[in-house]
C-alpha cells in the first residue's frame, strides 16, 4: 500500500534523475532517427542481427525467469479477498494479480500485505480488521489446497515449490495493526505472519513514520520509542522479519542500531533517483547490504520516475479534494470508504499522466544492486496498493520482463535467481535462524 490520499508523499525535487530521464528519452529519439535512415544493406543485415540475438537472449532470460523461484514481498490483494469477496482464483477483474497471472509470470510465493487504513479503522479496532485480512487471505488456502500453501518457514516455500503450489505468505503492513500489544504480536505470529512494517504512512505510538514526519500537528518520537525498541527485539526473538519500508530516516537507524537480525525493505525504492521520502537513500541502502538485509524495489511511479512523481504531486490538491468528497459520503452512511472506491479516484487521476517508462523501473533494480550489490535486492511489487505499476507491467504475469531487461543489461542467470528470490529466502532463514525457540507456545504445545 503506498499512494493511498492519506500516503504523504512530499515535493523533493532530484535533477540528476530528471537529466537521466531526458538524457534516455533523447538516447531514444536518436536510436529511432537512426533506424529511419538506414538505407544500406549491412546496417539493415546488423539491425536483423541485432533483433535475432536479442530475440535469443530473451527466451534464454525467460528460461532463467521460469527456472527461478520468483518471490514478490509485498501485494495488497487480501482487500479484495474481504471487502469484495472476490477469490485468488478469479479473473484479474481490474487487479494486477490473481492465481492465473502468477502462474503466468511464474511468481512463486507471495507476501500479501495485512493492511489497516487507519484513517477508516479506529486505533482500538486496528486489531479486528488486522485478524479479518488475516483470515480472508488464510481462507484463500482453505478453499483451494491444490493450488495454495500457507509457508511460514523459508523451507516451506521451497517445498511448496516443489510441488508446483502457489506459496502464500503474510506480513503486517504497519505498526498500529498490534495496538501497542507484545501479546497482540505474538498472536499474529501464531496466525503465521512472518514480517511487520513497522509504520505505515502514519506515526504510531512507538516508531516515527515518513508519510507525517513534517506534519507538526502529529506528535513524534524522534525516531523509535523505547517500547519501539521491545518491539524489534521481540520481532527478533520470534522470528519475524522486521520491514523498515514506510518508516522515518530516524526510525530507520534506530532499527538498524536495535535489531539483530537482518531486516527488509519489503516495497521501497532508491532516493537517490527519485526523491520520494519513502524511497531509500544509498546511506541506508549500504546500512542494509552491510546488515545483510535485502531491499525489494516497489512499482509505484511516484517512486521510480521524478517527473511521473512531480506530476503525481501536482495533482494532489484536486485528488485530496475527490478523496475528501467520497469520504463524506460514506461517511453520512456511517462506513468506512472501501480501498477499491478510493483506488478507482486515484487511477482515474493516474490515467491523466500516463504510464511511467519501464526503464525507470529496472534502473532502480541496477542502483540498488550497484550501491548494495547483488545480494541485497528484490521484488516488492506493491500490486493492487498502487494505482497504475509502469509501462509493460500490467499484472504479474509480466514479471518476466523484467528478467529480461535486467539480463539484456548484462546479469547473469545466477544474479537473477538471487534477485528474485533466493536472496529473501536467505534473510528469512537467517531471521529464523536468530529465533529463540520456542517462539510461542500454541495449541498442541506445552502439553
Ligand atoms: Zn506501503
Redo the contacts with the bound molecule.
Keep these: 500500500?503506498?499512494p493511498?490520499p492519506r500516503?504523504q508523499i512530499k515535493q523533493k525535487q532530484s535533477p540528476a534523475t530528471h537529466r537521466q530521464t531526458l538524457a534516455h528519452r533523447a538516447a531514444r529519439g536518436a536510436c529511432l532517427a537512426l533506424l529511419l535512415g538506414a538505407q544500406n544493406l549491412s546496417h539493415a543485415q546488423a539491425t536483423h542481427k541485432d533483433k535475432m540475438n536479442s530475440a535469443h537472449s530473451a527466451a534464454e532470460a525467460l528460461a532463467v525467469h521460469n527456472s527461478a523461484i520468483v518471490i514478490d514481498t509485498?501485494a495488497?490483494t487480501p482487500q479484495r479477498f474481504v471487502d469484495e469477496h472476490w477469490n485468488f482464483t478469479d479473473p484479474l477483474d481490474g487487479g494486477m494479480l490473481n492465481y492465473e497471472t502468477a502462474k503466468k509470470g511464474n511468481l512463486g510465493a507471495q507476501f500479501f500485505?495485512i493492511?489497516v487504513d487507519p484513517g477508516q479503522y479506529p486505533a482500538d479496532a486496528s486489531a479486528r480488521r488486522t485478524l479479518a485480512l488475516i483470515d480472508g487471505t488464510l481462507e484463500q488456502v482453505r478453499r483451494a489446497p491444490d493450488k495454495f500453501a500457507l509457508c511460514v518457514t523459508a523451507d516451506q516455500i521451497v517445498a511448496a515449490h516443489k510441488q508446483g503450489k502457489f506459496a502464500v505468505l503474510m506480513g503486517i503492513?504497519g505498526g498500529h495493526s498490534i495496538e501497542d500489544s507484545l501479546g497482540l504480536l505474538r498472536d499474529y505470529y501464531r496466525l503465521g505472519v512472518r514480517y511487520m512494517?513497522l509504520t505505515?504512512?502514519n506515526t504510531n505510538h512507538w516508531a516515527d513514520s515518513s508519510g507525517d514526519i513534517d506534519d507538526t500537528t502529529v506528535p513524534h518520537h524522534n525516531g523509535l520509542t523505547p517500547f519501539g525498541n521491545d518491539v524489534v527485539r521481540e520481532m527478533n526473538r520470534l522470528g519475524m522479519i522486521v520491514d523498515i519500508?514506510?518508516v522515518s530516516d530516524k526510525t530507520f537507524w534506530d532499527v538498524i542500531e536495535t535489531t539483530r537480525a537482518p531486516i527488509i525493505a519489503?516495497?521501497s525504492s532508491a532516493r537517490a533517483l527519485t526523491g520520494a521520502p519513502?524511497n531509500l537513500t544509498d546511506e541506508m541502502i549500504r546500512a542494509i547490504a552491510k546488515n545483510n538485509g535485502v531491499v525489494m524495489v516497489?512499482f509505484f511511479p511516484a517512486f521510480i520516475d521524478e517527473q511521473w512523481r512531480q506530476a503525481w504531486n501536482t495533482q494532489r490538491p484536486e485528488r485530496q479534494k475527490a478523496q475528501d468528497a467520497l469520504e463524506a459520503e460514506y461517511k453520512a452512511k456511517g462506513l468506512p470508504v472501501p480501498y477499491a472506491a478510493s483506488d478507482k479516484i486515484d487511477r482515474e487521476f493516474a490515467a491523466k499522466i500516463g504510464r511511467a517508462p519501464f526503464n525507470s523501473l529496472i534502473d532502480h533494480f541496477d542502483h540498488i544492486i550497484k550501491i548494495a550489490g547483488i545480494d541485497h535486492v528484490g521484488i516488492g511489487t506493491?500490486f493492487d496498493?498502487i494505482p497504475v505499476p509502469p509501462e509493460g507491467i500490467d499484472s504479474a504475469a509480466d514479471l518476466p520482463r523484467i528478467t529480461q531487461a535486467l539480463m539484456a543489461r548484462g546479469y547473469t542467470a545466477d544474479d537473477m535467481h538471487k534477485l528474485l528470490g533466493e536472496n529473501l529466502l536467505r534473510v528469512f532463514r537467517d531471521v529464523q535462524a536468530a529465533q529463540q525457540k520456542p517462539p510461542v507456545i500454541a495449541p498442541g504445545q506445552g502439553q
Design positions: 500500500m503506498s493511498h500516503d509485498h495488497d500485505s493492511w503492513e512494517t505505515w504512512s519500508s514506510h519489503s516495497h519513502r516497489n506493491d496498493g
